[in-house]
């Protein structure tokens, strides 16, 4: 219960009583050992001001950047996206501190941030929009340049582009319910 209450005072404080967090290391400082930026760090805040900036379009390319300079190790990206998405969410990197578990609301932190507070916001919104995870598609060939381009003027989904008898391209509607299903 003490230990409990002296961490919860110490948050409130500003002060993250927890276990480091990549791209930080624990420093000496007036108000104890508080984190502070490492070269990880510097990484990390190149990926989440490309995100939010839109320079990487979505978190599998955030993944990859970070990986290709070393801030993560071992595996894929793909294996790193459920990662990335706690760090996008946690407001410890914009300078914050928050601990929902014992009701420690937002607040602004003693340890440096490594983005600044609108950055931080900018990502939120990016990920609530939900448009960070959707496919790209790799596969355009040079006979439907407008593949994913074009949308059914009557239920507004994307048009699909096949070839007819192997001599006529076409754009058709493949949406079961839409008025104009099947028609090119």
């Not at 230990?3 to 000496?28: H, M, N, P």
């Not at 001001?49 to 990986?67: M, S």
């Not at 990197?93 to 420690?104: F, H, K, N, R, T």
């Not at 490594?114 to 496919?135: A, C, F, H, M, V």
Request: charged share 30%.
């Amino acid at each position: 219960r003490q230990v409990i209450q002296k961490q919860k005072a110490r948050l409130e404080f500003g002060c993250w009583t927890f276990g480091s967090k990549k791209g930080y290391t624990r420093g000496d400082s007036v108000y104890g050992k508080l984190f502070k930026p490492n070269e990880e760090g510097k990484i990390l805040a190149l990926a989440m001001e490309g995100f939010a900036n839109r320079t990487f379009l979505r978190l599998i390319d955030v993944c990859r950047f970070l990986v290709e300079k070393g801030f993560w190790k071992n595996q894929s990206p793909e294996k790193y996206i459920d990662k990335l998405k706690q760090i996008f969410l946690d407001p410890f990197y914009c300078g914050d501190i928050q601990y929902l578990a014992w009701d420690v609301k937002r607040q602004k932190g003693k340890h440096e941030g490594i983005i600044s507070p609108e950055t931080y916001e900018r990502i939120q919104k990016l990920l609530k929009k939900g448009d960070s995870t959707r496919r790209i598609r790799r596969n355009i060939s040079p006979d439907f340049p407008l593949r994913g381009l074009l949308v059914c003027d009557h239920c507004g989904f994307h048009l699909n582009a096949a070839w007819t008898n192997k001599i006529w391209p076409y754009y058709v509607c493949h949406t079961k319910d839409c008025a104009r299903y099947g028609k090119s």
